[in-house]
Each structure stands twice: as structure tokens, then as C-alpha cells.
């Protein structure tokens, strides 16, 4: 069983940053594709960015290319979420997910875990 937590998330004015971190309780850390999703209110949830377990390809959507950089730390067991020049269409709860040994994908059904979310909110 893998177990993800997800911090840093908060309240950040538009134009800010934050760096979300998603620490994973697993061994093999390494063989796992990361990937960022996020729900916000009344919305199904979004795919934002991911991260290959393999050569550290990394996939983003369109609303955040640009803006948001996704990276990992094998020896952390961790992986980031930069978000720079956020925007209040960014506010929502954002969540980690892993899949073993697959490449990233953009689709939530892909993954085999879950962290619980971390909240983030971008005032105008």
C-alpha cells in the first residue's frame, strides 16, 4: 500500500507562487509515474501534470504549461508542483497520484493511488 501527503498548499494573492509537495511512502519510489490533479468546486477533477517513473518526461495541461513545473526527488520520495504567475481559476484542491511502472498519464483512472489533497487558494 502506498500512502502519498500532499503539503503547501494555502492562500496566495494572483501573480504569486507556491510549490506543492507530495512525500510517498513506498520503497521504490522510483518506479512510480507521478502526476497532479486538481477539483475545484462544483468541477470534475482536472489532470494538471505528470512525471514518467522512467526518463523524467514530464506532461502538462494546457491551462498551466508555462506556469507550472513538476519535478521529483527519488531520494525524497518526493514530487513537487511549482506554480508561478497563479491565477483564482488555479483555486482548487490539488491532489497526487501514482501508478507503478506505467508512463504518466493524464487520466485520473490510471493511477493507483491517491493523496488527500491539499487546498490552494489564488485571491484576485
Known amino acids: 500500500q502506498v500512502q502519498l501527503v500532499e503539503s503547501g498548499g494555502g492562500l496566495v494573492q494572483a501573480g504569486g507562487s507556491l510549490r506543492l509537495s507530495c512525500v510517498a511512502s513506498?520503497?521504490?519510489?522510483?518506479?512510480?509515474?507521478m502526476g497532479w490533479f486538481r477539483q475545484a468546486p462544483g468541477q470534475e477533477r482536472a489532470f494538471v501534470a505528470a512525471?514518467?517513473?522512467?526518463?523524467?518526461?514530464?506532461y502538462f495541461a494546457a491551462s498551466v504549461k508555462g506556469r507550472f513545473a513538476i519535478s521529483r526527488n527519488n531520494a525524497r520520495n518526493t514530487v513537487y508542483l511549482q506554480m508561478n504567475s497563479l491565477k483564482p481559476e488555479d483555486t482548487a484542491v490539488y491532489y497526487c497520484?501514482?501508478?507503478?511502472?506505467?508512463?504518466?498519464?493524464?487520466?485520473?483512472?490510471?493511477?493507483?493511488?491517491w493523496g488527500q489533497g491539499t487546498q490552494v487558494t489564488v485571491s484576485s
Open positions: 513506498v520503497r521504490t519510489f522510483s518506479a512510480y509515474s
Open positions: 512525471i514518467s517513473w522512467s526518463d523524467g518526461s514530464t
Open positions: 497520484a501514482a501508478k507503478l511502472f506505467d508512463g504518466a498519464s493524464n487520466q485520473g483512472n490510471d493511477y493507483d493511488y
